[in-house]
């Protein structure tokens, strides 16, 4: 009886090592937020706080409790709870026009929040505004840049030494200002990308070197006519360190979106072209394309039907939060890829049902999602992850070929969800079902020997015990 019992403890243990830990794929709602406005207020950019909550920031006609609206359009900042319920929420700007296109966290616990004013709101003239505030909304200082021409400022990084880099767009250049953390004037660049007229910059990002990339759209440019994408590496001080652009041989990627620092010391970009048919449909392709370290590509990969908005970097891969649908009836969506750049999943997370949507995501320190959008007079937040097969280790069946079975009929049983990504120059058509995560050899091992370690060890004890 003794030695029966030792065998079915043993299948025990191996049975439940086996297969029981298997993981796939997939995208968990942490939690979901809407409330109603009055359809005046925009939010631009969120940012994670420190807290587990989050800051949205944008540009509101509307007054608020207790305060009123000094131009036009003011700046807002709200403050959500890490349950996704407003905590405060605040007006910032001048007697002119004001709007918010980011936001981030400082080191000293507040935000710094970065866009543009204008004089009035039918005027040529406006200046890059910065403004910093404290944990609970209050402001502390204000920057704006006093030149003739138009300035925005779309970005704004926090260095390492505690100073900020703000960067936009004025008179068709890159536009690089540097202050510290008091708000004062340390430098500022203008940076004229070849002889093209720079438009539609939307985003910057901070390399493991150290260094800012600052991404954008480029018009008229001899080397690369039509409009194409510019990815230009600033040192902290502003000062240019390369500057180079990337067209594309098949489409005229028209809009930049996005970019994102990869931990190998390259970058990934998005962007967008808009078409649209005899019949007036319109429809969106995005290309994330993936450069290494010295702003080469190494591969690139296209969507049909999207429009990438935020790019993430992921140990296991890429996540994208993108738009999709036609005019008005637009629909988020998060789509994940492998490291290679091909498609590994789509999901659903938002149908805006016949309204326009407007909106960012931003990653939590803990590996979490965060996606803030409007829709005419309403305003939703989502809080989500994406649980991988890197998450969990599995072990595959004892016999090895059911696992390879397996995997062979999910594939074969896969629909084809109309997303064609190109990976080394080859178009492969993915689908929307999930395959199931693999086993590694190392973990199937690990698990097997931890078995047979805590069956000797009960062995022992019921020896001592009989």
């Not at 199931?436 to 078995?451: E, I, Q, R």
Request: proline share 2%; with cysteine; charged share 20%.
């Amino acid at each position: 009886m003794k030695r029966l019992f030792k065998i079915g403890l043993f299948a025990a243990i191996l049975v439940t090592f086996t297969g029981t830990l298997h993981a796939e794929e997939g995208l968990e709602e942490v939690w979901y937020n809407e409330r109603t406005t009055d359809g005046s207020e925009y939010g631009r950019a969120v940012a994670a706080t420190p807290d587990g909550g989050y800051v949205v920031a944008g540009q509101t006609s509307a007054n608020l409790p207790n305060q009123s609206v000094r131009g036009f359009t003011d700046g807002f900042v709200t403050k959500y709870n890490s349950s996704g319920k407003i905590e405060w929420q605040k007006l910032y700007g001048t007697e002119g026009n004001d709007e918010l296109w980011d936001i981030i966290p400082t080191s000293d616990g507040g935000y710094l929040a970065a866009g543009y004013t204008l004089v009035t709101r039918d005027t040529t003239h406006g200046d890059g505004f910065l403004v910093k505030i404290d944990a609970n909304g209050n402001e502390e200082w204000q920057y704006k840049t006093s030149y003739t021409s138009f300035d925005i400022f779309h970005k704004v990084v926090e260095l390492d030494d505690g100073t900020y880099l703000a960067t936009g767009e004025g008179s068709s250049k890159v536009n690089i200002v540097k202050v510290d953390k008091n708000g004062n004037l340390v430098s500022e660049n203008y940076h004229n990308i070849e002889d093209g007229s720079a438009n539609n910059f939307s985003d910057s990002t901070i390399t493991t070197r150290g260094t800012v990339l600052i991404a954008g759209s480029l018009d008229g440019a001899s080397a690369a006519p039509g409009r194409v994408v510019f990815v230009v590496e600033v040192d902290k001080s502003g000062n240019v360190l390369s500057s180079k652009l990337y067209p594309s041989a098949t489409r005229n990627f028209a809009n930049f979106t996005s970019i994102s620092a990869t931990s190998d010391g390259g970058f990934i970009y998005s962007a967008v072209e808009i078409k649209i048919n005899a019949e007036g449909v319109r429809t969106d392709y995005s290309v994330v394309v993936k450069c290494d370290s010295n702003g080469d590509v190494e591969w690139e990969s296209e969507y049909e039907g999207f429009s990438i908005h935020d790019t993430f970097v992921n140990t296991n891969g890429y996540v994208y939060v993108a738009r999709a649908g036609t005019f008005p009836d637009y629909g988020a969506k998060v789509i994940t890829a492998n490291l290679d750049g091909t498609h590994k999943a789509t999901y659903d997370v938002l149908n805006s049902e016949g309204k326009e949507v407007y909106g960012s995501a931003v990653k939590s320190s803990d590996g979490s999602y965060i996606l803030s959008w409007t829709m005419n007079g309403e305003e939703f937040a989502m809080k989500f992850k994406i649980t991988s097969e890197e998450d969990t280790i599995v072990i595959p069946p004892v016999d090895g070929n059911q696992g390879q079975n397996y995997n062979q009929n999910q594939e074969s049983n896969q629909t084809q969800n109309g997303i064609n990504t190109a990976n080394s120059g080859s178009n492969t058509t993915s689908s929307n079902a999930i395959a199931p995560a693999t086993g590694d050899t190392t973990n199937v091992v690990l698990f097997m020997s931890l078995a047979l370690l805590s069956v000797l060890t009960i062995n022992k004890l019921i020896e001592k015990k009989y």
